[in-house]
C-alpha cells in the first residue's frame, strides 16, 4: 500500500556538519513530496516540497530531489545550525487527498 | 500569509468526558482535514471534509468522533466520550491549491 519510510533517529550532528535524512515512498500515481519541519511543542510547518519527478525542493538551505527511479525524497542541508534541531517528517500527498507521513527524525545539533 | 488557527492550543479533559477541538480554515479553501499525533509517533490522518460531509476517514475516527462545519468559517472535531488513547496533538488542515496545517491542540485526557 501507499506508505512513506524514512530513517530512524534520532540524528546528532555537531554545528556546520552536513545533514542526509532518508526518505523512500511507496505510492500508486504520482504524488507530491514534502518535508514538514516540527520545532519543539510547536505545529508542522512546511519545509520544502516537489510535485513531479526530478523537481528540487529548497528553503533555508534545505535540499531535496524527487526521485522516481528510486522512489525517495532526501532531506540534504550542507551546513546545520543549533537552530535546525527539531523532527523532520518526510509526507506523500495528492491534491485534494490524504497525506501519509513518515514517522519522523529528530535532529539534533550540537554547537 | 493566510493561516489555519486552532484553538485551544492545550486542552485537558477526564477520561468520558466531550470535547470539541476548533479549526478556522482559511477562508477560500475547499478541503478539510483532520490528522493526530500521539506523543513521539507518526502524523495520521482521521478523516477529510469535503462539500459539507465526510469524503474519506481513517479507521481511527470510530463512532466516538464527529466533524462538523456548523457556520461556514469553523471547522470542529468532536470526541464524544474521551479515552486515554486519546490524548495526542490534534492538527487540523485546509486546502484549496496546497495544504495548510494549523499549528495543533494537544490534547490530555486524564
Known amino acids: 500500500g501507499d506508505s512513506v519510510t524514512q530513517m530512524e533517529g534520532p540524528v546528532t550532528l555537531s554545528e556546520e556538519a552536513f545533514l542526509t535524512i532518508n526518505c523512500t515512498y511507496t505510492a500508486t500515481g504520482y504524488p507530491s513530496l514534502f518535508w514538514y519541519v516540527q520545532y519543539p511543542g510547536e505545529g508542522l510547518q512546511l519545509l520544502l516540497k516537489?510535485?513531479?519527478?526530478?523537481d528540487k525542493g529548497s528553503n533555508k538551505g534545505f535540499e531535496a530531489t524527487y526521485r522516481k527511479e528510486t522512489t525517495s525524497f532526501h532531506l540534504e542541508k550542507g551546513s546545520v545550525q543549533v537552530s535546525d534541531s527539531a523532527v523532520y517528517f518526510c509526507?506523500?500527498?495528492?491534491?485534494?487527498?490524504?497525506?501519509?507521513f513518515g514517522s519522523g527524525t529528530k535532529l539534533n545539533v550540537k554547537p | 500569509e493566510p493561516e489555519v488557527t486552532q484553538t485551544p492550543s492545550h486542552q485537558v479533559t477526564q477520561m468520558g468526558q466531550e470535547v470539541i477541538l476548533r479549526c478556522v480554515p482559511i477562508s477560500n479553501h475547499l478541503y478539510f482535514y483532520w490528522y493526530r499525533q500521539i506523543l513521539g509517533q507518526k502524523v495520521e490522518f482521521l478523516v477529510s471534509f469535503y462539500n459539507n460531509e465526510i469524503s474519506e476517514k481513517s479507521e481511527i475516527f470510530d463512532d466516538q468522533f464527529s466533524v462538523e462545519r456548523p457556520d461556514g468559517s469553523n471547522f470542529t472535531l468532536k470526541i464524544r466520550s474521551t479515552k486515554l488513547e486519546d490524548s495526542a496533538m490534534y492538527f487540523c488542515a485546509s486546502e484549496l491549491y496546497g495544504y495548510t496545517f494549523g499549528s495543533g491542540t494537544r490534547l490530555t485526557v486524564v
Open positions: 516537489a510535485t513531479k519527478a526530478d
Open positions: 509526507a506523500r500527498g495528492n491534491n485534494f487527498n490524504k497525506f501519509y
